[in-house]
């Protein structure tokens, strides 16, 4: 049996972490999978345990209702996420993304309006920034919000937002001048509960990811206090989705590895317990040789992620070497997933086992937080 492999980032108490999320995962999601599967969202239930749980906002100060640890806490729920078979569970997006906007760039008041709320998870949290006609390019939004003495009149739509139908408070990304480009990007904090204006369109069908929450949502002349601007002055939204967008692709190369790594554990179990021809799958040389491999690939871009997590821990990780640890792992992702399945045969394209539905979920890393090849690009601007 190899040696077990330890982050060097995962001290006892973010041990501790990944080991109750990995529990959470197996027993809440992964065990109830068909049903959050046939509805297409995850009951709010799970998200009030993971609350009482303390697996929302773990590096949240205590002070807004959060765990009060470092990023590294919230990484080892992802981490266990992606070892879990699961990325349906929007957490990722909610405590790893939308309460970071709010803690980095919003006012006293802000903070604490939604901050404990999205620990304990009744607030439920989600971000707008793609649009029908922009996705990677963000400079390329056409929502709008309009200052109307004391609000924004906001109007546009968005689409692919994770908890969208589900999600009680948005930071959307908005013009607010739309002549300047990437300076008339602004976010602002929208209360979706009860809002004139707003709603949800489809619950997307997706290739993978079946009881994720991802929706369409339109804004029909909603109106925003100005106070709800994140950030002391307009035109700043850019900058903040630029800064944030680290660490969103850190958490995409978490989630990755954790997934490789079980995908490669749930193959070596599956190959030495099938037989063919008199043998165990595994004993022939090629099964053996191309678990080799994807154990390799797995355990090397886990070393560079976790490189990248210090770098991240002590706020020295660059944007390109974010960037490197998206593109990637995703790619290795999807890749040892695949070679995996073909492990498999036939029950490898069969639903009802784990590899068949990693294999279907693995696909939507490469795209979302900014595709792979536009990855590329910023790592070739740094060279």
């Known amino acids: 049996m190899a040696k077990k492999y330890i982050p060097s980032w995962h001290d006892d108490e973010v041990s501790a972490v990944y080991d109750l999320a990995r529990e959470f995962f197996e027993r809440e999601v992964m065990a109830k999978s068909e049903k959050w599967e046939s509805q297409r969202r995850i009951d709010r239930e799970v998200w009030l345990e993971a609350g009482r749980l303390g697996l929302l906002c773990c590096s ?9 640890g470092t990023f590294a806490h919230d990484l080892a729920v992802f981490e266990a996420q992606g070892y879990s078979g699961d990325l349906a569970f929007g957490n990722s997006v909610h405590s790893g993304i939308v309460a970071h906007y709010i803690l980095e760039y919003g006012n006293e008041e802000q903070k604490k309006t939604w901050l404990p709320g999205m620990a304990t998870g009744e607030i439920l949290g989600a971000i707008g920034m793609s649009e029908p006609g922009a996705g990677s390019d963000l400079k390329a939004i056409k929502t709008t919000a309009v200052r109307d003495g004391d609000h924004y009149v906001v109007n546009g739509s968005k689409t692919f937002i994770t908890n969208g139908s589900s999600a009680d408070v948005i930071v959307l990304a908005v013009k607010t001048d739309p002549k300047a480009g990437a300076k008339g990007v602004s976010l602002l904090i929208v209360d979706l509960r009860d809002t004139p204006g707003f709603s949800v369109g489809r619950v997307l069908d997706k290739v993978g990811q079946h009881a994720a929450d991802t929706s369409e949502l339109s804004f029909v002349d909603v109106r925003v206090p100005v106070t709800n601007l994140l950030g002391e002055t307009e035109g700043l939204g850019f900058g903040q989705l630029m800064a944030q967008l680290v660490q969103e692709r850190l958490i995409i190369g978490a989630q990755a590895a954790g997934a490789m790594e079980r995908a490669v554990e749930e193959t070596v179990r599956y190959t030495k317990a099938r037989q063919a021809f008199g043998h165990s799958l595994f004993e022939f040389q090629n099964t053996a040789f191309e678990l080799a491999e994807c154990q390799t690939i797995a355990r090397t871009s886990r070393v560079f992620l976790d490189h990248c997590i210090e770098q991240h821990l002590k706020g020295e990780l660059d944007a390109s070497d974010a960037a490197m640890v998206k593109y990637w792992l995703t790619d290795k992702q999807c890749e040892v997933i695949d070679r995996c399945v073909q492990l498999h045969g036939g029950y ?3 639903r009802e086992y784990l590899i068949a539905r990693m294999y279907e979920d693995a696909r939507v ?16 601007r740094a060279l």
Do not use: S
Not at 60 to 68: A, L, N, T, V
Not at 365 to 380: P, S, T, W
């Open 60 to 68: 949240i100060p205590e002070e807004y209702g959060g765990g009060g």
């Open 348 to 350: 490898g394209y069969m």
């Open 365 to 380: 890393q490469r795209i979302y937080a900014g595709a792979n090849e536009v990855m590329k690009q910023i790592i070739a």
